[in-house]
């Protein structure tokens, strides 16, 4: 369905903040704009859990650990999702994934350090 392309991501303390971006370079704009849009993150020795989501309709689904610090955005026109992560904790250290239709992105390390 499309190439994702994700930047952003990095090192961080504690209790700053971090904005990932993804943008899907070749798919058309009437194939993402009905899409679900998400991010997905997998910590090491853990399996790929959901961050958080946006549907086509706005609506928006978190998983209760990032809820009220993240924040999932789409933007049709340009066809890319961004994650703004707030009050980051050491624990919110993983690789994250966007994921949009049947497609991944590459993967961005966020690490939090204490």
């Known amino acids: 369905q499309g190439n994702l392309v994700e930047s952003g991501g990095g090192l961080v303390q504690a209790g700053g903040s971090l904005r990932l971006s993804c943008r899907a370079s070749t798919m058309i704009t009437s194939t993402f704009s009905p899409l679900v849009v998400g991010w997905y993150r997998q910590a090491p020795g853990k399996q790929r859990e959901l961050v958080g989501l946006?549907?086509?309709?706005?609506?928006?689904s978190y998983a209760d650990s990032v809820k009220g610090r993240f924040t999932v955005f789409r933007d049709n026109s340009r066809k890319t999702t961004s994650l703004q992560m707030n009050s980051l904790k050491p624990e919110d250290t993983a690789v994250y994934y966007c994921h949009i239709g049947h497609s991944w992105g590459q993967g961005i390390q966020v690490t939090v350090s204490s």
């Open positions: 946006v549907a086509s309709d706005r609506t928006t």
